[in-house]
């Protein structure tokens, strides 16, 4: 369940019981009311288990879920594989079945040191210069659109732009974009018992293939491009792994596509609610990059992060053992008062807004400049573009309870037709 019982929640309990806080992240009621769930566990049971999924812990204040994002040591992110085969732990609760994500599920030092070869390729200096090829590529794709006075935020925008950057960022054949990027959205919005998951499932790992035959090829023949400079790094005096190579591509794919649409999709939702905040980006376009910051901040594309208890941690009633998982919960965290006054509330004027929607620590997104520009640049230019367009809400399509990702399967807007440039 994830309504609050009757009786209200155990946060109050005799020594060697747990706080008891009953949350099932993937029921279908929870989409609609994490936010009211989350604000009276952050009151009652900051810290409390849930016996859903197998048992886990969930957090759902600011500063316990800052604390465990920057303790690797004591709250791991690794997934690793059992006698069985099977996977344990790692980013997701309960954990998916399929080779790790890497660095994400990995824990320092290794983990920081893979990291450190993609950071440079993402970083501010670095992603900017791609900022007038995404706005040409936006504008394209906008006068595609502008005669039919219609068009869909996630699936004619939201879905192409960061694909079409992912395949920039890594050397990738560009016409490839949206077929690299249609099974890391279909896997959260398709039903996993349905025959279309199977497809969901085979293009994904059509995906992995193609990283994997162009990373072989790089290795072999490398030149001056992202992968090849990942299949030709040595960490500790040896050549990374091909099958580490392959997993830290296919976060770099994962992470770069989604996550951005359904955020763009959270903010032009919003806009289309707030014409006010709209007009201002009209007539300050300078506002854009705290626009965007601040609606990452009410609406985070992932709602929650998990990790992996590797010592006993006591934080007020509840003693957390090894071995236990803990659900932390970013919707939670970047709705805390305590941090930010007046939560519910967009307002792009706010103080060094610290949300956790990249995360924190040594597993923050290590994208976030890339999906910052592309946020920037797509919701400014549709929004001078197409100024008085309006979302068809009663069309619109949501994920259903994927359990850690918020958002859409399409979302159509209306605009006044305009004759192509």
Same mark, same amino acid.
């Given at each position: 369940m994830s309504r609050v019982p009757e009786g209200g929640w155990t946060a109050a309990v005799r020594p060697g019981e747990r706080p008891v806080c009953p949350v099932d992240h993937h029921s279908p009621d929870y989409p609609t009311t994490a936010r009211d769930l989350h604000d009276e566990l952050r009151a009652a049971c900051?810290?409390?288990w849930s016996e859903a999924h197998g048992g886990f812990w969930v957090m759902s204040d600011?500063?316990?879920?800052?604390?465990?994002l920057v303790e690797p040591s004591r709250f791991s992110s690794a997934k690793t594989q059992e006698l069985d085969g099977s996977w344990s732990g790692g980013s997701t609760i309960p954990t998916t079945q399929r080779a790790p994500m890497l660095p994400l599920e990995m824990d320092p030092p290794l983990g920081v040191r893979y990291r450190s070869l993609i950071v440079p390729w993402l970083s501010r200096t670095a992603v900017e210069p791609l900022r007038p090829v995404v706005t040409a590529y936006v504008d394209r794709?906008?006068?595609q659109m502008a005669p039919a006075g219609r068009f869909d935020v996630v699936t004619d925008v939201g879905a192409p732009v960061p694909a079409m950057v992912v395949t920039k960022l890594l050397g990738l054949d560009e016409s490839l974009a949206e077929r690299i990027a249609w099974p890391f959205h279909a896997f959260e919005s398709v039903a996993k018992n349905s025959p279309e998951f199977r497809r969901v499932l085979a293009e994904m790992g059509w995906v992995r293939d193609l990283l994997e035959d162009t990373a072989r090829e790089r290795r072999a023949s490398p030149g001056d491009d992202a992968i090849s400079r990942l299949v030709t790094a040595e960490v500790e005096g040896a050549p990374v792994p091909m099958g580490d190579c392959i997993g830290i591509l296919m976060t770099l794919v994962g992470g770069g596509v989604d996550t951005t649409t359904n955020?763009? *999709?959270h903010a032009l939702d919003y806009l +289309?609610?707030? @014409? *006010?905040?709209?007009?201002?980006?009209? +007539?300050?376009? @300078?506002?854009v990059p705290r626009v965007v910051d601040e609606l990452l901040r009410a609406f985070p594309p992932v709602w929650q992060l998990s990790r992996r208890v590797t010592e006993q941690t006591v934080i007020g009633d509840a003693v957390l053992e090894p071995g236990e998982r803990v659900m932390l919960s970013v919707l939670a965290a970047n709705h805390d008062p305590g941090v930010f006054p007046d939560p519910t509330t967009v307002n792009i004027d706010r103080p060094p807004n610290r949300h956790l929607t990249f995360g924190w620590g040594v597993h923050r997104c290590a994208g976030l400049h890339v999906a910052r520009l592309e946020l920037e640049v797509m919701i400014e230019r549709i929004v001078r573009r197409f100024p008085d367009h309006r979302i068809v809400r009663e069309e619109a399509r949501r994920y259903a309870a994927s359990g850690n990702?918020?958002?859409y399967i399409s979302m159509p807007a209306v605009f006044t037709a305009q004759a192509s440039r």
């Open positions: 900051p810290v409390g600011y500063e316990s879920i800052k604390d465990a794709l906008l006068d955020a763009l *999709a +289309d609610r707030d @014409r *006010a905040l709209r007009q201002r980006i009209l +007539d300050e376009p @300078r506002v990702v918020d958002g």
